[in-house]
């Protein structure tokens, strides 16, 4: 899930600590296409 607050965007990190997973699981999901914007996920990851 992406948080959309203007151009903010909640981390990979701060994702991880939200739903209690860890950044590989986020990772998988947003090439598995869960996340609507998976290119600033992949930014964060980086």
Not at 21 to 41: A, D
């Amino acid at each position: 899930m992406i948080f959309d607050d203007g151009d903010s965007y909640v981390t990979t990190c701060e994702c991880a600590q939200i739903f209690s997973v860890s950044t590989t699981t986020i990772r998988n999901r947003v090439l598995q296409g869960v996340f609507p914007e998976p290119y600033k996920l992949e930014r964060a990851v980086r």
